[in-house]
Antibody
Framework: QLQLQESGPGLVKPSETLYLTCNVS??????????WGWIRQPPGKGLEWIGS???????YYNPSLKSRVTISVDTSKNQFSLKVSSVTAADTAVYHC??????????????WGQGTLVTVSS | EIVMTQSPVTLSVSPGERATLSCRAS??????LAWYQQTPGQAPRLLIY???TRATGIPARFSGSGSGTEFTLTISSLQSEDFAIYYC??????????FGPGTKVGIK
């Protein structure tokens, strides 16, 4: 059974950089049929897609966040990472990592991590 | 960017009753729509993709319909574990992938 697990600091100061890692177990991140991505959920609010990466390193980002976000992959460790720079209180959210199907007619997110709460505060 | 809206915001249903949730897209997304279920403190769970195809392991009481801009998720006979928040998501025009604000299904 595929499992995704987020890790990283739960508290980040304003203007600093947020770093999170998603460890993938029970399957290979190098599969040709999937992208790997990040989705966040501010407290009490809905879901916002941040970006996705292929095992080759090809990336897609949400235009609203593109200038501050970098997603990278480490196939040797079967994990991928998120970096968000110049954070503000608006970046406070539960951050989920997820697998996105890459199949014609199906680009849904079929496996998700539990999520990790990141609070931006001094 | 395609904006997704959902109605109602909250739906109160008795166990065993049918629940009908709506999702609307600001422009056509063909059948490129998914539905997710989220219970408190848990990760979202994929229910439906392609507007009407159930994901692996999803019970038959969940069904999806629609195309273009209007979509429906129906839960034929609500079980206790179905009380949750439901989100729709389009993947026709991206980036970005966009989600609806959610419908909360609560116990009546």
């Amino acid at each position: 059974q595929l499992q995704l697990q987020e890790s990283g600091p739960g508290l980040v100061k304003p203007s600093e950089t947020l770093y999170l890692t998603c460890n993938v177990s029970g399957g290979s991140i190098s599969s040709s049929s999937y992208y790997w991505g990040w989705i966040r959920q501010p407290p009490g609010k809905g879901l916002e897609w941040i970006g996705s990466i292929y095992y080759s390193g090809s990336t897609y980002y949400n235009p609203s966040l593109k200038s501050r976000v970098t997603i990278s992959v480490d196939t040797s460790k079967n994990q991928f990472s998120l970096k968000v720079s110049s954070v503000t209180a608006a970046d406070t959210a539960v951050y989920h990592c997820a697998r996105r199907v890459d199949d014609y007619g199906n680009y849904s997110f079929d496996y998700w991590g539990q999520g990790t709460l990141v609070t931006v505060s001094s | 960017e395609i904006v997704m809206t959902q109605s109602p915001v909250t739906l109160s249903v008795s166990p065993g009753e049918r629940a009908t949730l709506s999702c609307r897209a600001s422009q056509s997304v063909s059948s490129n729509l998914a539905w997710y279920q989220q219970t408190p403190g848990q990760a979202p769970r994929l229910l439906i993709y392609g507007a009407s195809t159930r994901a692996t392991g999803i019970p038959a009481r969940f069904s999806g319909s629609g195309s273009g801009t209007e979509f429906t998720l129906t839960i034929s006979s609500l079980q206790s574990e179905d009380f949750a928040i439901y989100y729709c998501q389009q993947y026709n025009n991206w980036p970005p992938f966009t989600f609806g604000p959610g419908t909360k299904v609560g116990i009546k």
